[in-house]
């Protein structure tokens, strides 16, 4: 009775009264089932959605609308969205952009939770997180239909109501719904799935208006032509290898199941090269599936840069200086310390970083924790009123006590995965080397105390890695947490558990690729890349993994300057991107191939030539590259940079 409790919503009156409007919705989808030929034996869509729509951008203008479905085949449920064909919102989203958001064959059996979101005033709309952390962007239903499509779901798979958030549903959870709540809100590992996967040979839609689109599900379990898959060398320490190693499984499940139900018949308007991919067996898409990928890299013809690349960087990128050195620091100081011309210095620190003797004095500038304009004394004043603020918020989890923590879940989750995290971070570095480090302490104390000052977000896998570099050049406890919580101000939608931020940036990351390097662009499109998941690493730690300990810190600065854009890391991508080229086009590289030369790269780029090749992209992109990248993508500052001279107010919020 206690079992059957937990599984119930009939307390839910949303799902309640969705019962006989879920009824009506499968009946209608079962009618049309039974008339179509277009299904293989044994598929139902048992919910149906037309209108359900996907932002790409913050703008209510930008959108994508297409239809959402259930499908039953066998014993499993799966989740499709396909995008209507030639119609669009906005000029700015092109066709391409409406295959990269598809949705295609998600099983419910890899799908962990469910959000709903029913604000006052707006439209409802859901989020669906995959059981490895993924999420989808939010789907918005602008005509209703979300008590219904719960209500399908329900009917198929076991549908449990968060005990912590009534607003999150979980799915398949079998053991204590409690003890997985934390998980399903926090999303330490979340990304936002541009296209899950793309397929660009499975979809077809008619000319109407209604768009009948053919939806890709199997039943069978994908086979993986035997390959094994290579892991990281640590992968429990490396959080991208983990989520994007799952991602690739994903998409490869998609392709090798994609064109092999619900196929479309000759009159749902295919071209004649359609309908004869439309009409292929199972068996020879099969046979042919087993023979994707060759063991041998073969090299192709490869469509020529049409920037011309190194002559480009040669012409616009400048040649790196060296570091700002004691004396020089001095030039841009007056009497009293304040710095004297701001862009200038920034300029500076652009095209040759900072010696690290004195890196703690600048990068507390340059991160925002002191002004420009404060002073030698003011900057010893600020630093004692935030050590005491610092002491105050870091009171509040040092005072719990063992018998409230057991009641504390989501303490005691965040920091059982602070501490995990923390000792395995850096520790190859004498700074956090060795059995009870200080250091690694005082890693754990920082991040644990920012759960506190910014409940909200908490603590995701990767802050550490974040606020390693910062405590080690800040050397001070307090001067260290504040330094994160300024570069998190930044960086923080990268960890939100929609994660927009991340959203946003691959979603800019592609249109830079396309106006820069079409061919390449399109060779991605061609080969399921679309949604430029693989430089996800790069995006969430700033190329920390990519880099040594150094590098990683001079290229930090030069990002924080924000001399030549504020999204000067996606400039970056592009580099490594366009320096690659020839051997990822060459080599005919799929999704999976790419995601492990992707990862393989760490400790082999060339710090600085790619900074003089993304000066050079930004400077040739210009204003048509700014307006490729959506208003407050990260890592933008937020409207009000006082962060930390006008928030005492906020900070017991």
């Not at 932002?55 to 969205?81: D, N, V, Y």
């Not at 399908?152 to 076991?158: A, I, R, Y």
């Not at 499940?253 to 994609?258: D, L, P, Q």
């Amino acid at each position: 009775m206690q079992e059957a409790e937990l599984h119930d919503l009939s307390d839910d009156a949303d799902y309640a009264a969705s019962q006989q409007q879920g009824s009506a919705s499968i009946m209608r989808c079962d009618s049309g089932k039974k008339s179509s030929s277009s299904e293989p034996e044994g598929a139902q869509i048992v919910y149906l959605k037309d209108n359900v729509t996907i932002h790409p951008t913050q703008f209510a203008s930008e959108r994508i609308s297409g239809r959402l479905k259930l499908i039953k085949q066998g014993s499993s449920l799966f989740m499709t969205w396909i995008p209507y064909k030639g119609q669009s919102t906005n000029a700015r989203l092109s066709e391409k952009d409406r295959n990269l958001y598809t949705i295609r064959a998600v099983p419910f059996a890899d799908v962990r939770s469910i959000r709903r979101h029913t604000p006052a005033l707006g439209w409802q709309y859901i989020i669906v997180v995959l059981s490895f952390g993924l999420a989808f962007p939010p789907l918005y239903f602008y005509n209703g239909g979300v008590r219904e499509f719960l209500a399908t779901v329900k009917q198929h798979v076991l549908l449990v109501r968060s005990a912590e958030d009534a607003n999150v549903f979980l799915v398949n959870d079998f053991q204590n719904p409690l003890q997985r709540t934390l998980s399903s809100l926090e999303l330490p590992r979340a990304v936002s799935i541009a296209s899950v996967p793309s397929t660009p040979v499975s979809v077809g839609e008619s000319s109407s208006q209604q768009n009948e689109e053919r939806t890709d599900v199997s039943a069978s379990i994908p086979q993986y032509n035997g390959r094994q898959r290579q892991k990281g060398h640590d992968p429990a320490r490396d959080i991208s290898i983990q989520v994007l190693e799952k991602f690739s499984l994903v998409t490869k499940f998609a392709r090798e199941t994609t064109s092999q139900l619900f196929r479309e018949t000759h009159s749902n308007g295919f071209g004649p090269l359609e309908r004869r991919n439309s009409n292929q067996s199972a068996l020879d898409y099969s046979h042919k599936s087993s023979e994707y990928k060759e063991d041998v890299p073969v090299q192709s013809p490869v469509d020529p840069d049409p920037l011309e690349f190194d002559k480009l960087s040669l012409v616009w990128g400048k040649p790196r200086q060296p570091p700002l050195g004691l004396e020089e620091w001095a030039t841009f100081l007056d009497s009293e310390g304040r710095v004297v011309d701001p862009k200038a210095l920034r300029k500076r620190i652009f095209y040759g970083g900072v010696e690290h003797k004195f890196r703690k004095e600048v990068w507390a500038i340059l991160l925002g924790y002191h002004s420009y304009e404060s002073t030698y004394a003011e900057r010893e004043y600020q630093k004692s009123i935030k050590k005491t603020e610092y002491e105050t918020i870091k009171n509040q989890w040092q005072s719990i006590s063992p018998g409230q923590a057991k009641r504390f879940t989501k303490f005691r989750e965040r920091k059982g995965l602070i501490e995990k995290d923390v000792v395995r971070t850096d520790r190859s570095l004498s700074f956090y080397d060795g059995d009870d480090n200080p250091n690694v302490n005082l890693l754990r104390d920082i991040l644990l105390t920012y759960s506190f000052y910014n409940f909200d977000l908490g603590y995701c896998q990767g802050m550490s890695d974040l606020l390693s570099p910062i405590l080690f050049v800040m050397e001070d406890e307090s001067e260290s947490f504040w330094c994160f919580v300024a570069l998190m101000e930044r960086l923080g939608p990268n960890f939100n558990r929609d994660q927009n931020g991340m959203h946003s940036q691959l979603f800019a990351l592609s249109k830079l690729v396309e106006m820069l390097d079409r061919p390449l662009h399109k060779y991605f499109e061609q080969n399921d890349c679309l949604n430029y998941f693989f430089c996800f690493r790069w995006i969430l730690l700033q190329f920390k993994r990519e880099l040594e300990y150094e590098q990683t810190m001079r290229l930090w600065e030069v990002l924080w300057t924000h001399y030549l854009s504020e999204h000067l890391h996606l400039y970056v991508c592009v580099a490594i991107l366009k320096r690659y080229r020839g051997k990822i086009m060459g080599e005919q590289m799929d999704f999976d191939t790419l995601l492990k030369f992707i990862n393989e790269l760490s400790g082999q780029i060339e710090l600085d030539a790619i900074l003089r090749d993304a000066e050079a992209l930004c400077i040739c992109a210009g204003e048509n590259g700014a307006a490729c990248i959506p208003p407050g993508t990260p890592p933008s500052l937020p409207v009000d940079n006082g962060l930390f001279y006008s928030q005492q107010d906020d900070e017991v919020l």
